[in-house]
Structure formats: structure tokens, C-alpha cells
């Protein structure tokens, strides 16, 4: 069975510094990788997608992910943070099948000091 | 563009009381349907998923209900509530299948149950 580890339940960052965000899954086939994002009192936003090719893939608002298939990890970044990003963020697997049954992360919570 | 829409926004509820959260999506013809639940503390899990309408799937067993009355709207509801249930609710929908299927997600019904 397929899940999805984010070790950090809570990072905090001042603004304007770089951020990782850190995801490891384990999946037996080639998995379909998300990172989501909840704004306080909204849904969840897709922020990236990734399934093949360039193991970097870039996301809204300057997020960019990279895959890693030896690590088995799929981390988050962006270069310089903006104190509206603090939010929780989740790294999500998609096991495919008629039902899209995703697997969600815990999420981390990012908190950006101004 | 396609929205979706979730009702209510939240909901206090007592202890064997009924339940009924809904979910209407508009843009988007003959979409793929899900129920996810966020326990307090915990990690979303897909809970219901709809192909069609008139045919829903259960995941997980939370005495729970769910109906698609409509092609756009998923009705999520119980005849008596536990406190269980209290959590985030969130309502998606997607088009096609797959490792590749992408889910897009409404703002959630935050539920307590008192």
C-alpha cells in the first residue's frame, strides 16, 4: 500500500528566506505526485503536479517540486518566501484506479515571520 | 471556469442529530465526484466517490451516506450524528482516470459535534 511521510508537522521561516518543505513516499508503481495547499478557513489548492519527465516541475506563485525516484522523495521549494504562503501544505500520491484514491501527507504547517 | 461549492460553511451539531453537507460543481459535465474527511489532528481520506449519476461508492465506513441527486451535486448526510464525525469536510471533483487524474477541491464544511 501507498503512503506519503512529511517528517516536519510544523516549519517556520522569515520572509523572504528560501524554503523546503520535505515529502518521501513509498509506492510499488510510478506514482502521480501532488503538492496541495489550504489557506486558513479554504480548501485545498493545487499548488504542482508531477508524472514523468523533467524531475523538476514548477508550480504557482513560485513553488517548484523535485522528484527523486532513488529517494523516493518528492520536496517542495521556493526561493524567497512571502508572508502570505504561510499556510499547510500537502504532498499527496495518486495510486490511480476509477476512484482517484489519493493518499494524503499529515501536512506541514508553514509559518512565515514578517 | 469551473466552481464548485460547498454548503455549509460550517455547523455545530449535537450528538444523534442528522446531518447533510452538499456540494455543487458548475462548468464541468459529468465530472468525477469525492467525499474526503479530515478528522481533527488527522490526514484526509476519501470517504465516497461518485462516477455518475444515481451510483455512489463507499470507501470507508463511517456510518455516513452519500447520494448524487444531480449530475453537478453530491450530498453527503447521516440520520445520526457521532462525535466521530467531527471534522473537515471537503468535496472534489475530476475528469477522467488514473494516475494522472487531478483533483480540484471546494472550500470544506468544518463540522463539530457537541
Known amino acids: 500500500a501507498q503512503s506519503v511521510t512529511q517528517p516536519d508537522a510544523r516549519v517556520t521561516v522569515s520572509e523572504g528566506a528560501s524554503l523546503q518543505l520535505r515529502c518521501k513516499y513509498s509506492y510499488s508503481g510510478t506514482p502521480y505526485l501532488f503538492w496541495y495547499v489550504q489557506y486558513p478557513r479554504q480548501g485545498l489548492q493545487l499548488l504542482l503536479k508531477?508524472?514523468?519527465?523533467?524531475?523538476v516541475v514548477q508550480g504557482v506563485n513560485g513553488f517548484e517540486a523535485e522528484f527523486s525516484k532513488s529517494n523516493s522523495s518528492f520536496h517542495l521549494r521556493k526561493a524567497s518566501v512571502h508572508w502570505s504562503d504561510s499556510a499547510v501544505y500537502f504532498c499527496?500520491?495518486?495510486?490511480?484506479?476509477?476512484?482517484?484514491?489519493?493518499?494524503f501527507g499529515k501536512g506541514t504547517k508553514l509559518s512565515v515571520k514578517s | 471556469a469551473q466552481t464548485i461549492h460547498q454548503w455549509p460553511v460550517a455547523e455545530i451539531k449535537a450528538v444523534g442529530s442528522p446531518l447533510s453537507l452538499g456540494c455543487t460543481i458548475k462548468?464541468?459535465?459529468?465530472?468525477?465526484l469525492y467525499w474526503y474527511w479530515q478528522a481533527t489532528g488527522g490526514t484526509l481520506q476519501q470517504l465516497f466517490y461518485s462516477i455518475t449519476v444515481g451510483q455512489v461508492e463507499s470507501v470507508v465506513q463511517l456510518n455516513l451516506s452519500a447520494s448524487r441527486p444531480k449530475d453537478d451535486q453530491f450530498i453527503l448526510s447521516t440520520e445520526k450524528l457521532l462525535l466521530s464525525h467531527s471534522g473537515f469536510y471537503l468535496c472534489?471533483?475530476?475528469?477522467?482516470?488514473?494516475?494522472?487524474?487531478?483533483?480540484?477541491f471546494g472550500a470544506g464544511t468544518r463540522l463539530s459535534v457537541l
Open positions: 508531477y508524472y514523468s519527465g523533467d524531475p
Open positions: 472534489a471533483w475530476s475528469l477522467g482516470w488514473g494516475v494522472q487524474n487531478t483533483l480540484y
Open positions: 462548468g464541468k459535465s459529468s465530472p468525477n
Open positions: 499527496v500520491v495518486n495510486s490511480g484506479g476509477s476512484n482517484a484514491k489519493l493518499t
